[in-house]
């Protein structure tokens, strides 16, 4: 006998469609449990998925330094320069604020994993009551592919299972991803307190970021593996542009030694040998480029007054494929901030007093025909810049000792960089990237992923293009090299994306040696080789990893998540320890001793004072500076991570990174002035503070004054430093150390 339930149930299923519904009291109690935990979870899940769409929406929309009570701070600090008070005042808001961020950041994380969870009850439930409400067959009207209602039913079906799907991934989204927290629109970007200036450009070009931004511009032409490489035909004979082409394939991502590729090289095949170890001298009385006198600013030579372009290899030339030794290396300046890439200069005697207004301690100073913010490199008697604009790239070599511009080259425009003028903002410009140096040839990248390389002597050796690169800023990561391998670091859009990738590149000849995908988003971080005998490593940063590479083959050998949001800031190593972060992460310092993912053993020490948002950090064996934008320098212990002093630089902004010189510390500040410029805005000087640090505080022992803008960092010399302006190239020493 059929109990009233089961009876009622049954009769029920078949009416409703065609089928006998056999569900008895146990089982319908199951069912109406696993039915209502689908609603109730299902119901949670879309109030969590509306929640987080409302916070992305706020988060996009709203800069978290931009409280009135954090600007009348600044602003009552602008008119009372010093105020102890006030400074610490400011300092506790900003660590509140940066503590009100990471907990909206971890909001959103915890509603992510809820969201997650929700939507896998919901189907989970969903199942288990269908599963317990499975009717038997029984006959009934055959339904055709022409039954017009069971085929609309069937779409209705998909549309909501779609609108779902579309729904969740979206919500899901909006908790796990992080918007820019900076403005793309250059407008935006001119509004804040700073910007790249110098290598890394910054992370991303400004120095207070505001969340929100757009993720980037429209894709430019993606370069293949096996982009040709242009022929090394003289300047003046190369066509300025080239029209516009289509865009190439991406790089296989399972691919990370491409195929071979077509090429014309510009010098014959090189035989194995040896770098001259001589150092010419330079002349014992240096011979200024341009008068010292105040109001008399050097001319910008024309091409047609420069030395005539040499033509083909040069057969005097020794041109074999070796690179420098250490000692090489170390010597000079081949490098952004300096042959280890930390700031730190082993050379003796840098100055301590200038004034380029009055010709105090000024050697020379040279006029850079076209603007750039990248910084100087140094190889022997000779002074390297880049400079580039919208339609115009090119290659400047200075004399070190008179300053006098002994070569001016173009680099000839490729296919894939000439598809557009790239985005750039202010800040970043098109000649961000510090050029590098082997010692036989110097090579420099541009915003629109040219990269050339010449030789010493200004003859172009080979031309490369990678496609404009997909960076809302500009590209700004400088170049490294290592032996005969040049690595250029081209992070992309964001991490899902999966556009980043990082390629090593012969020297000789521009091709493609290997390279790797990288699930990072886009950044303007240098890389970095730590240069040690047996285990060289190539570090890079971005969010959310830094790895380190195999520099001679790509292989990944440890990465540790720790970075977030844009990052621009260089990593720095000294003493075992690899120093990382930026403003919207931590401080980090790392052990580089690991395999595989060691996120969770490699962190020696963690910090949250005084994260930099421009400026890379200056590590040496004992101290690590931290120097934030809107004047802030933070002395940690570098091996524990004690704050030992923090020091407050009123109305200066600071672009350039710190460096370091016979145990002093030199900080390059951007101060207006009371003049004006044609156009009405304030005239800016460059003040440089010279400070003697301790375990207490920073000594003031000198002080030198740059009369413009610099945002390039310095490049020291036995009793030299070069310094890079808005517009020109200065010599700082004395005549007696115009000699190394």
């Known amino acids: 006998m059929v109990s009233s339930g089961s009876a009622s149930a049954s009769v029920a299923?078949?009416?409703?469609?065609?089928?006998?519904?056999?569900?008895?009291?146990?089982?319908?109690?199951?069912?109406?449990?696993?039915?209502?935990?689908?609603?109730?979870?299902?119901?949670?899940?879309?109030?969590?998925?509306?929640?987080?769409?409302?916070?992305?929406?706020?988060?996009?929309?709203?800069?978290?330094?931009?409280?009135?009570?954090?600007?009348?701070?600044?602003?009552?600090?602008?008119?009372?320069?010093?105020?102890?008070?006030?400074?610490?005042?400011?300092?506790?808001?900003?660590?509140?604020?940066?503590?009100?961020?990471?907990?909206?950041?971890?909001?959103?994380?915890?509603?992510?994993?809820?969201?997650?969870?929700?939507?896998?009850?919901?189907?989970?439930?969903?199942?288990?009551?269908?599963?317990?409400?499975?009717?038997?067959?029984?006959?009934?009207?055959?339904?055709?592919?022409?039954?017009?209602?069971?085929?609309?039913?069937?779409?209705?079906?998909?549309?909501?299972?779609?609108?779902?799907?579309?729904?969740?991934g979206a919500a899901l989204m909006a908790g796990l991803a992080f918007p820019r927290l900076l403005p793309p629109e250059e407008d935006l970007v001119a509004q804040t307190s700073g910007g790249f200036g110098e290598q890394p450009a910054q992370p991303a070009a400004s120095p207070t970021p505001s969340p929100g931004?757009?993720?980037?511009?429209?894709?430019?032409?993606?370069?293949?593996?096996?982009?040709?490489?242009?022929?090394?035909?003289?300047?003046?004979?190369?066509?300025?542009?080239?029209?516009?082409?289509?865009?190439?394939?991406?790089?296989?991502?399972?691919?990370?030694?491409?195929?071979?590729?077509?090429?014309?090289?510009?010098?014959?095949?090189?035989?194995?040998?040896?770098?001259?170890?001589?150092?010419p001298p330079?002349?014992?009385?240096?011979v200024p480029g341009t008068p010292k006198q105040k109001g008399k600013e050097p001319p910008v030579p024309e091409a047609a007054s420069l030395a005539p372009v040499p033509q083909g290899p040069d057969p005097q030339a020794d041109r074999t494929p070796e690179f420098a030794s250490l000692d090489q290396w170390q010597r000079?300046?081949?490098?952004?901030?300096?042959?280890?890439?930390?700031?730190?200069?082993?050379?003796?005697?840098?100055?301590?007093h200038w004034n380029t207004q009055t010709g105090q301690g000024v050697l020379w100073k040279a006029a850079v025909p076209l603007p750039g913010h990248n910084s100087p490199i140094i190889w022997k008697d000779r002074v390297f810049l880049s400079g580039a604009e919208a339609q115009r790239r090119e290659v400047y070599c200075f004399d070190a000792a008179s300053g006098k511009l002994l070569w001016q080259r173009a680099v000839p425009a490729t296919p894939e960089g000439s598809v557009k003028v790239p985005k750039v903002s202010r800040e970043t410009g098109f000649a961000a990237p510090t050029m590098t140096t082997d010692g036989r040839r110097v090579f420099a990248i541009f915003a629109n992923g040219d990269v050339a390389a010449f030789d010493m002597e200004g003859r172009l050796v080979w031309v490369r293009g990678l496609g404009i690169p997909e960076n809302h800023y500009g590209h700004?990561?400088?170049?490294?090299?290592?032996?005969?391998?040049?690595?250029?670091?081209?992070?992309?859009?964001?991490?899902?994306?999966?556009?980043?990738?990082?390629?090593?590149?012969?020297?000789?000849?521009?091709?493609?040696?290997?390279?790797?995908?990288?699930?990072?988003?886009?950044?303007?971080?240098?890389?970095?080789?730590?240069?040690?005998?047996?285990?060289?490593?190539?570090?890079?940063?971005?969010?959310?990893?830094?790895?380190?590479y195999r520099p001679q083959?790509?292989?990944?050998?440890?990465?540790?998540?720790?970075?977030?949001?844009?990052?621009?800031?260089?990593?720095?190593y000294a003493d075992g320890l690899l120093h990382v972060g930026s403003e919207y992460s931590q401080w980090f310092a790392l052990r580089t001793d690991g395999?595989?993912?060691?996120?969770?053993?490699?962190?020696?020490?963690?910090?949250?004072?005084?994260?930099?948002?421009?400026?890379?950090?200056?590590?040496?064996?004992?101290?690590?500076?931290?120097?934030?934008?809107?004047?802030?320098?933070?002395?940690?212990?570098?091996?524990?991570?004690?704050?030992?002093?923090?020091?407050?630089?009123?109305?200066?902004?600071?672009?350039?990174?710190?460096?370091?010189?016979?145990?002093?510390v030199y900080l390059l500040g951007q101060v207006e002035t009371d003049q004006k410029d044609p156009q009405g805005n304030p005239i800016v000087h460059t003040k440089v503070w010279v400070l003697e640090p301790t375990d207490t505080e920073a000594k003031e022992v000198g002080q030198g004054l740059v009369d413009e803008g610099c945002v390039a960092s310095p490049a020291f010399q036995p009793g030299r430093i070069y310094i890079r302006g808005k517009s020109r190239l200065f010599c700082i020493g004395s005549e007696k150390s115009a000699s190394p």
């Not at 039915?35 to 978290?64: C, E, Q, Y």
């Not at 330079?282 to 240096?286: A, G, M």
């Open 476 to 548: 700004a990561a400088s170049l490294e090299i290592w032996q005969n391998l040049l690595f250029v670091q081209l992070d992309q859009g964001m991490v899902q994306e999966k556009k980043s990738r990082i390629l090593a590149l012969d020297t000789l000849t521009g091709k493609t040696v290997w390279q790797q995908p990288r699930e990072v988003a886009a950044s303007w971080a240098t890389p970095l080789v730590i240069r040690r005998e047996k285990d060289a490593q190539l570090i890079t940063a971005a969010d959310p990893w830094v790895i380190a």
């Open 13 to 168: 299923g078949a009416a409703e469609g065609g089928a006998v519904l056999t569900i008895g009291p146990e089982k319908r109690a199951l069912y109406l449990l696993a039915r209502n935990t689908a609603w109730v979870a299902g119901a949670f899940s879309a109030v969590v998925a509306v929640v987080l769409l409302v916070h992305l929406a706020w988060r996009m929309t709203k800069d978290p330094f931009d409280t009135p009570e954090f600007q009348t701070l600044k602003a009552r600090l602008s008119q009372q320069p010093g105020d102890p008070e006030l400074q610490s005042q400011l300092r506790l808001l900003d660590q509140q604020l940066r503590r009100r961020y990471f907990q909206h950041r971890r909001f959103a994380a915890v509603g992510a994993m809820l969201l997650l969870c929700g939507a896998a009850l919901t189907a989970a439930s969903a199942k288990w009551a269908a599963t317990l409400r499975r009717r038997l067959p029984q006959p009934g009207p055959y339904l055709g592919p022409s039954d017009r209602e069971h085929t609309e039913r069937e779409w209705a079906r998909m549309a909501v299972v779609g609108l779902l799907g579309v729904f969740l």
């Open 332 to 352: 000079y300046w081949p490098r952004f901030r300096g042959p280890e890439g930390n700031g730190v200069s082993r050379h003796p005697g840098a100055p301590t």
């Open 595 to 664: 395999q595989g993912d060691v996120s969770q053993t490699h962190i020696a020490w963690k910090g949250e004072e005084g994260l930099p948002d421009v400026c890379s950090p200056l590590v040496t064996e004992k101290y690590l500076f931290l120097l934030m934008t809107y004047g802030t320098l933070t002395c940690y212990e570098a091996r524990r991570g004690k704050v030992l002093w923090t020091k407050d630089f009123e109305q200066a902004q600071f672009i350039a990174s710190p460096s370091w010189a016979e145990g002093r």
């Open 213 to 279: 931004a757009s993720t980037g511009f429209s894709p430019g032409a993606k370069p293949s593996p096996t982009s040709p490489i242009l022929p090394a035909t003289p300047p003046e004979k190369a066509a300025p542009t080239s029209p516009p082409g289509k865009a190439r394939p991406s790089i296989p991502p399972e691919k990370t030694v491409p195929p071979p590729e077509k090429t014309v090289s510009a010098t014959p095949p090189e035989t194995p040998g040896a770098i001259p170890e001589k150092n």
């Open 553 to 572: 083959d790509g292989q990944e050998i440890w990465r540790i998540k720790c970075l977030s949001g844009e990052h621009g800031v260089s990593p720095a």
């Open 282 to 286: 330079l002349p014992e009385k240096s």
